[in-house]
């Protein structure tokens, strides 16, 4: 199966929920700022980047995750990723795409913003660190859901 994690940047929070999905940061205790900051990606993509699949690695079960930052195309990227999975002959039922935008906090989107965005890491970075550590939990809980999902189902 093929699981793309994405969100506005591909920097934060597809990256934080990935991560847990592949076993990078235990879902088990709150990270360390360290820990975070050590993650593939994150705080990382620039505006040129976005739009750009990028493999993370393979779970235990087989399955292949992906972090994407999509923009502002939060109601059309299910159908332009399903559409372009079906030409290249991929299932549907192959494809799980997660959008972790509900689960960010205005910490993280400030934070995200001055940093990215706007080039302003040393105030951007600090908070959007503080705003996933917050929303670690809502991330935790959502990739349980997905891993809850793919119980069962066949890998590829």
């Known amino acids: 199966m093929h699981i793309i994690y994405h969100c506005y940047g591909g920097a934060h929070s597809s990256v934080t929920a990935a991560s847990i999905h592949l076993g ?15 993650l593939p990606f994150y705080d990382v993509p620039t505006q040129q980047e976005h739009g750009f699949l990028r493999f993370l690695g393979s779970d235990q ?22 559409s372009l999975a079906g030409l290249l ?44 550590l917050k929303a670690y939990p809502d ?3 959502l990739v349980r859901g997905i891993q809850a999902k793919t119980e069962g189902a066949t890998t590829i």
């Open 24 to 38: 990078l940061i235990s879902p088990q205790k709150l990270p360390t700022a360290e820990e975070i900051m050590s």
């Open 61 to 82: 079960k087989g399955n292949r995750i992906y972090i994407v930052g999509r923009r502002g195309l939060k109601k059309c990227f299910p159908a332009l990723v399903e």
């Open 89 to 132: 002959e991929i299932p549907k039922e192959e494809l799980l795409i997660v959008d972790t935008v509900p689960h960010v906090n205005w910490m993280m989107m400030l934070g995200g913003y001055l940093s990215r965005r706007l080039g302003v890491v040393s105030l951007g970075r600090p908070l959007v660190i503080r705003g996933t």
């Open 139 to 141: 991330f935790v809980n």
